[in-house]
């Protein structure tokens, strides 16, 4: 028995000044951070816990809202796996109405969805818009339509139309990464175009004529050749909806590289673009439209022939967080809101309530979207840590971890905006999360010394 307890008083000898070790460790670490001129003007926040038993090691300004940036996006995919189940699929209907009479339909194609955010996607191998229109076009075919004496309609008007987060700037939402939402997405809400430097700085930018394929909004292009070196610093501005892109900004004379806008309807992107491909496949048809604008004359039933199934949301999650897919967050947002039109506002709403009820104070969490890209949400550390050890208890851990990117030899996922670099996730038995709002210089630098500070953990 004596030696038993010999053994045991070791044992938590040792513990105890391990956890006492590895906390002077990380204070000396931040003492040092803290100090460094890049923070002159800054506020940071930091807090490392135990995963499981949520013992704080280390913390400081744990409890003061900060902008996020993209680590908000690990409360945003916890949220959804916990709501949803990390086995939920997004599904989208193909129907037609009206009757069949020898080949011809005399009605319409109508699709319809629930925000599958991949679909028309390349990131996986069953979402691409080749392989989504050929199972509409086989759809089409199996029921011996070869004239469609109607149209191809998308019914985008079961959501309301606040497709952009209120938080959002007018410089990032007519960019790729500021793509809006829809009930039907389509490419990602992106399109791309390829471009051409004049021969002089400050010379005129041409896109080459066969990038923008969508009839139904003019580029109004005011790029200007930059210095070599200077890369992309190309800019959409576009308004959900909008007929018309604006580009500003420059473009490299030594650049060779496709840029990607957000698609201002990505609804109609699509119906153009089934209507296009049947009509090349032999079945013409009266064109194409959305329900958006005439939501009085929505067409909502028909006969269904196709029903299209995303991705697990596990693996949807994967992508949003392993390449900080901002729309992939505002969809899951929108789907598991409870109002009517599935608005953002009702998203965070019910993500707010979701913690609340396990513990955690909603105002704490005071965000506007659900991918970090609004400068003005604000969350605190200590937030952030207890929705990643409570996400280490659920059976939809192992995904949820294997989403997270690894830097520095740590499962994190970052966040980097204007003067914000944040990182959240797992080291060893730890949670942690970190986050830096208005440091000078440059983003690498800092970087490098949040990198250097996270190593105290190892």
Not at 177 to 201: D, H, M, Q, Y
Request: hydrophobic content about 35%; aromatic content about 10%; glycine content about 10%.
């Amino acid at each position: 028995m004596k030696t038993i307890y010999a053994i045991f008083c070791l044992f938590l000898f040792w513990n105890i000044s391990t956890a006492q070790s590895i906390t002077d460790k990380i204070k000396a670490a931040y003492t040092t951070f803290s100090k460094d001129t890049q923070l002159k003007y800054a506020i940071s926040s930091f807090i490392v816990t135990d995963k499981n038993t949520g013992k704080i090691i280390f913390a400081e300004n744990e409890d003061v809202g900060l902008a996020p940036a993209s680590s908000l996006k690990t409360v945003t995919s916890a949220t959804a796996l916990g709501i949803l189940g990390e086995s939920f699929q997004f599904t989208t209907d193909i129907l037609y109405s009206g009757v069949i009479s020898g080949g011809k339909l005399n009605g319409n194609i109508i699709v319809k969805g629930n925000g599958d955010p991949t679909l028309g996607s390349d990131r996986y191998a069953t979402t691409s818009k080749e392989i989504v229109l050929q199972k509409i076009l086989t759809a089409v075919q199996s029921k011996g339509i070869n004239n469609i004496n109607g149209e191809i309609i998308v019914d985008d008007g079961v959501w309301d139309s606040q497709s952009i987060s209120e938080g959002w700037i007018w410089q990032d939402m007519g960019n790729y990464f500021g793509a809006g939402t829809s009930v039907i997405c389509w490419g990602e809400n992106e399109f791309e175009l390829r471009f051409k430097p004049a021969p002089g700085v400050g010379g005129e930018v041409q896109i080459l004529s066969n990038s923008n394929k969508y009839p139904f909004f003019n580029i109004i292009n005011e790029l200007k050749t930059g210095v070599a070196g200077t890369g992309d610093q190309v800019y959409g501005y576009s308004s959900p909806y909008s007929s018309v892109v604006y580009l500003r900004g420059t473009y490299a004379i030594n650049l060779n590289k496709n840029i990607r806008f957000s698609l201002p309807d990505p609804a109609m992107a699509m119906a153009y673009e089934l209507s296009s491909m049947l009509e090349k496949n032999g079945i013409p048809n009266k064109g194409y439209q959305t329900t958006r604008l005439s939501r009085a004359n929505s067409v909502l039933n028909g006969v269904r022939i196709l029903t299209i199934k995303s991705p697990v949301l596990k693996d949807i999650v994967y992508h949003f967080n392993q390449k900080s897919l901002n729309l992939y967050g505002e969809q899951m947002m929108r789907a598991i809101s409870k109002d009517e039109g599935k608005a953002i506002k009702g998203g965070i709403k019910v993500l707010q309530d979701y913690w609340q009820k396990l513990g955690l104070d909603k105002n704490t969490l005071n965000i506007y979207d659900g991918s970090g890209l609004a400068p003005s949400n604000r969350i605190t550390t200590s937030t952030m840590v207890s929705v990643l050890r409570h996400a280490s208890r659920e059976p939809w851990y192992v995904g949820y971890l294997n989403s997270f990117p690894l830097y520095n030899n740590m499962k994190m996922k970052s966040g980097t905006i204007g003067d914000v670099l944040a990182y959240a996730g797992y080291h060893k038995n730890y949670c942690f999360a970190i986050i830096v709002n208005n440091y000078n210089g440059a983003t690498s630098s800092m970087r490098q010394k949040m990198f250097t500070l996270l190593n105290s953990l190892k």
